[in-house]
């Protein structure tokens, strides 16, 4: 395995639903994030984790609720979703040190449809 | 004013032409610069890199970047059909990266 790989590809739940996002990476970085992208809108950053630590948490409903176990796995537990929700879910990781380059790898994302 | 603007096209050039993609951004203290590349279907792709003001080349893309004037663009040499992508302009200031809405761009 190489790169961010996001689990599952697809995803489909009713509004009363309870599923989860996994994100893995296998690049050694210590910075994982969650960005949402929703059709004819910029990328929307959600949520940022450092060495397991929680340091952005860009305004987002509490529907969605992020855990990071380690500097490797990445998880968004969903619950009570809105159809507005849907959206194209990615997972991104960067290496961040003193002079860091902020350099993000992404995942091939998450589609999820909330019906 | 939104934080990062991009045109959003869609800019149509000729195969082998010069594609160029421009960007603004408003937070003063943004620290790295980056373009994106995005197929369709796919997920962002990182192109290129910037840091400090001037130019960087690499291969057929050349970034620019202009803190004064709070401006970032991309020129793409010897346009291929393969270049036709959203190109998503993000600037970032420690944990935050920030990025606009992305510019279709359709090399013919």
């Known amino acids: 395995e190489t790169g961010v790989t996001q689990t599952p590809r697809h995803l489909v739940m009713g509004m009363t639903n309870k599923k989860s996002l996994k994100c893995e990476q296998h690049?050694?970085?210590?910075?994982m994030y969650w960005y949402k992208q929703s059709a004819k809108k910029p990328l929307e950053l959600m949520f940022v984790?450092?060495?397991?630590?929680?340091?952005e948490n860009n305004s987002v409903p509490s529907r969605f609720s992020p855990e990071c176990p380690n500097s490797s796995h990445l998880f968004l537990h969903l619950h009570t979703l809105q159809p507005e929700d849907s959206a194209l879910y990615l997972c991104?990781?960067?290496?961040?040190?003193?002079?860091?380059?902020?350099?993000?790898?992404f995942g091939e994302g998450s589609r999820l449809t909330v019906l | 004013q939104k934080e990062v603007e991009q045109n959003s096209g869609p800019l149509s050039v000729p195969e082998g032409a010069i594609a160029s993609l421009n960007c603004t951004y408003s937070?003063?203290?943004?620290?790295?610069f980056f373009w994106y590349r995005q197929y369709s279907g796919k997920s962002p792709e990182l192109i290129m890199s910037?840091?400090?003001?001037g130019d960087k080349e690499d291969g057929r893309f050349t970034a620019q970047l202009n803190k004064a004037s709070q401006y970032v663009s991309l020129l793409i040499r010897d346009s291929q059909p393969s270049d036709s992508a959203t190109y998503l302009c993000?600037?970032?200031?420690?944990?935050?990266?920030?990025f606009g809405a992305g510019t279709r761009l359709f090399v013919k």
């Open positions: 991104a990781s960067s290496q961040v040190a003193a002079g860091g380059k902020w350099e993000l790898f």
């Open positions: 690049l050694g970085h210590n910075a």
């Open positions: 984790y450092s060495l397991e630590e929680r340091v």
């Open positions: 937070d003063r203290g943004s620290q790295s």
């Open positions: 910037i840091y400090s003001n």
């Open positions: 993000a600037v970032n200031r420690g944990f935050k990266t920030i």
